[in-house]
């Protein structure tokens, strides 16, 4: 007796009769009545049972951690206790954490070369039965289980590329996605930190930054950002939307991403033509889809971080 349930299993092995597949199940309470004469029954499990199956990775452990696109080749081995007079084996597969096993197509040798695979926890073990029940998956036994866990690479993005005025600064804009990774930039030079990472960067040249990261499994993975220094915002005076694959757009180059950009482009009757926020500043020279005539026009640029505002004129020619 105990102060709460305890669950207890129970079981039996027996084999059928020859020529006789059909099973009788009953229990029966032989025990007196009285404080404790009581039966709880959860299920009932039928399952086969057979020789023992161990399988192994030649020269590994039985889990073993690797990288995406690691192309190393693994072998699995199965042993088999005495038992059957012919056994048929099957490897399978499960990429749900053995909630769910399929075999593998052609696999049934006793070893299994296994192939690359991508990213992901793969399960594997050698299933068994004697040729007679091949047809049938419920009279398989199976082994326990060898696992290959293929780690995605760090996702690591350090931002776009840049542009600095010179002698300011700026902030790097890097992020890091993964299991559990470490990071860092290079090189070093004029970076306030190069373990964090969005460190504030002041390079006195146009220098190229590197963010490599490592996850827990050794996988590592690298982005790079470039920096470009300019004395100030080159806003081009003339431009020829003719086709011809030559300065077609007006184009206004070495706007960081993060200036907070407006470009307007005024007709000389004052009316708006073209307008864009960002640094993607191209202008084809229509407005509407109508081609606008060969002529002078005014723009206006302001950024808000650097604090400029530009105006002036573009000519455009046809």
């Not at 049938?136 to 060898?146: D, Y």
């Not at 191209?282 to 604090?307: F, H």
């Amino acid at each position: 007796e105990t102060g709460q349930p305890q669950w207890n299993q129970y079981g039996l092995y027996f084999t059928t009769p020859a020529n006789n597949a059909n099973i009788v199940l009953r229990i029966t309470n032989n025990a007196p009545g009285g404080i404790g004469n009581d039966l709880a029954l959860d299920d009932i499990t039928f399952r086969p049972c057979g020789p023992q199956i161990a399988v192994s990775i030649l020269g590994n452990q039985d889990i073993v951690d690797l990288c995406e696109g690691n192309t190393d080749p693994f072998t699995l081995e199965a042993t088999i206790s005495p038992g059957y007079q012919l056994p048929v084996f099957w490897w399978q597969v499960s990429i749900d954490s053995g909630a769910n096993w399929t075999d593998i197509p052609g696999e049934t040798a006793i070893t299994f070369q296994r192939p690359p695979t991508a990213a992901g926890s793969y399960w594997y073990r050698m299933t068994a039965t004697e040729a007679a029940s091949a047809s049938l998956k419920v009279c398989r036994i199976a082994s326990g289980h060898v696992a290959i866990n293929i780690h995605s690479k760090p996702v690591v993005d350090a931002g776009p590329n840049r542009i600095l005025l010179t002698g300011d600064t700026l902030t790097l804009r890097g992020n890091v996605y993964g299991e559990t990774p470490s990071y860092s930039w290079s090189p070093p030079d004029n970076l306030s930190d190069i373990t964090l990472l969005q460190p504030v960067a002041s390079p006195i040249a146009e220098t190229t930054y590197t963010l490599s990261a490592i996850s827990a499994y050794g996988c590592t993975n690298f982005d790079r950002a470039t920096i470009k220094i300019v004395d100030g915002v080159f806003v081009p005076t003339a431009f020829t939307p003719n086709n011809d694959g030559r300065n077609d757009t007006w184009r206004i180059p070495f706007l960081d991403p993060e200036w907070d950009v407006s470009v307007t482009v005024y007709n000389r009757y004052g009316q708006l033509i073209y307008s864009m926020k960002g640094n993607g500043v191209s202008w084809d020279g229509t407005y509407k889809g109508v081609l606008q005539a060969t002529g002078t026009y005014v723009y206006l640029v302001t950024c808000k971080n650097p604090d400029l505002v530009l105006k002036g004129t573009v000519t455009l020619i046809r």
